[in-house]
């Protein structure tokens, strides 16, 4: 018997295979792209459709999360085409598709759809985006805000991980701190970072709640780039005799595609309200990854 609620499209990606494994497998459809996972439904959302796929006949699902797409900010610079086909194109037929089957969707968006001239961003401040990873986010909400049914946009923050080996921002660094490898880091780009295992309580959270519009998913406290590195190494230190060798510089000495917002720290504040609780603020998630990987 299919017991499936929720629909995890992109459950290959990172934050996707968290979400998966906290709903359990009994509970969720897993869909993957070029990357298979096991007991997964391969699904392409520029050639296929769910309305002629995983929405044919009954299917029992309430919620679907939206976690696909080109998420390289770079990559979508350089190829704005594919990226506007995966992330807007293909995005609203899948919208569609759920919508008419009576599927909840739930999209992750982004901070990116800020442009970063000051902070604190709120639900209620209007978007701006100036890179085009994130004006395609903010087109994908924009369709989703014209709906008249029910729907969820969660804007993530930079999302860090505190599990052992996770290859994200945390574990690079600690990586790059075991090997001595010099770090660059910006001074000047602010964020609020969330620990993948809190986005994943709240999207839930808020799929098992009568939630609806949008919710920003992120940590409680701005945050520079150069500040979470020192966080973290400060909790490192308290495990292993490391020699730091931090470069401090501007994001505007990176080479990227596009230049990034400086400023793109949101207010948690309507999501921990509804929530009844907040988030671990970032020393408390830099302490538990260091512990994770060095205590014994
Ligand atoms: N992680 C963050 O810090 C962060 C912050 C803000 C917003 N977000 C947003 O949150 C969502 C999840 O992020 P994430 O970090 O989990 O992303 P991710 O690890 O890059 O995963 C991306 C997912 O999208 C799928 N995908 C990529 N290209 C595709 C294509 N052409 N057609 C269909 N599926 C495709 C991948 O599937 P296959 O590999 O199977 O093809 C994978 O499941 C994304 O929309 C991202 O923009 C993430």
């Known amino acids: 018997m299919n017991h499936a609620r929720f629909l995890i499209v992109g459950a290959s990606g990172y934050v996707g ?14 869909t993957y792209n070029r990357t298979p996972i096991s007991g997964g439904v ?9 309305s002629g796929t995983i929405l ?18 770079d990559e979508c610079a350089r190829n704005p085409e594919l990226a506007h086909e995966i ?10 598709d759920l919508v008419a089957a009576g599927v909840v969707p739930v999209f992750a968006s982004s901070d990116a759809v800020f442009d970063g001239s000051r902070g604190m961003w709120t639900e209620e401040d209007a978007v701006n985006p100036v890179l085009t990873y994130g004006r395609h986010k903010a087109r994908g909400e924009q369709y989703l805000n014209q709906k008249s049914c029910p729907w969820l946009i969660v804007r ?32 000047d780009q602010v964020f609020s970072p969330v620990d993948v295992d809190d986005v994943v309580r709240a999207l839930i959270r808020l799929s098992e709640g009568s939630f609806s519009g949008i919710y920003h998913v992120c940590g409680p406290e701005p945050v520079t780039r150069l500040e979470l590195l020192k966080m973290l190494v400060d909790e490192v230190h308290k495990y292993r005799d490391v020699s730091a060798q931090i470069v401090p510089c501007s994001i505007r000495d990176f080479d990227f595609a596009e230049p990034r917002p400086l400023n793109t720290s949101m207010s948690p504040r309507k999501l921990y309200a509804g929530l009844g609780g907040g988030f671990d603020d970032m020393s408390v998630v ?3 990854a260091a512990a994770q990987r060095y205590a014994r």
């Open 17 to 30: 295979s968290h979400l998966r494994a906290a709903l359990g497998r009994e509970f969720s459809i897993a």
């Open 42 to 50: 391969h699904f392409d959302p520029v050639t296929m459709r769910l």
């Open 56 to 73: 044919r006949g009954a299917h029992g699902l309430t919620h679907a999360f939206l976690l696909y797409g080109m998420s390289n900010i």
């Open 87 to 96: 992330n807007v194109g293909s995005l609203k037929r899948v919208i569609d």
């Open 156 to 187: 993530l923050a930079k999302v860090v991980s505190t599990a052992p080996g996770s290859v994200d921002m945390l574990g690079d660094w600690m990586t790059q701190l075991e090997t001595g490898t010099p770090i660059r880091c910006a001074y």
């Open 286 to 288: 830099c302490a538990r």
